[in-house]
Nanobody, 117 residues
Framework: QVQLRESGGGSVQAGGSLKLSCVSS????????MGWFRQAPGKEREIVAS??????YYSDSVKGRFGISRNDAINMVYLQMNSLEPEDTAVYYC????????????WGQGTQVTVSV
């Protein structure tokens, strides 16, 4: 059973930075795609970034501002968020998708990020 736990959320002013961390326990391997999602109040959950091997994906809304990385040796995934905007306010979730799975299977409980003007 895979468990994911996020940390690093908080409140920041627009233009500031935060770094989210996600630690995994269980059988997460390098063959898993790791992703960060977010859900703002009244909106659907959306993918922010993902990483599989050396390939990274970013949504258009965060491209150039956010960076995803992983350290499989210590079961960690990170999301560096720079130049934060009020529109980035949301609950951020870490998720894992096993190789061959059609969708993300494992989810963390989420961490709140609030960006004020």
């Amino acid at each position: 059973q895979v468990q994911l736990r996020e940390s690093g959320g908080g409140s920041v002013q627009a233009g500031g930075s935060l770094k989210l961390s996600c630690v995994s326990s269980g059988s997460v391997s390098t063959l898993y795609t790791m992703g960060w999602f977010r859900q703002a109040p009244g909106k659907e959950r959306e993918i922010v970034a993902s990483v599989y091997g050396g390939a990274r994906y970013y949504s258009d809304s965060v491209k150039g501002r956010f960076g995803i990385s992983r350290n499989d040796a210590i079961n960690m995934v990170y999301l560096q968020m720079n130049s934060l905007e009020p529109e980035d306010t949301a609950v951020y979730y870490c998720a894992a998708k096993p190789r061959g799975a059609p969708d993300y299977v494992y989810w963390g409980q989420g961490t709140q990020v609030t960006v004020s003007v």
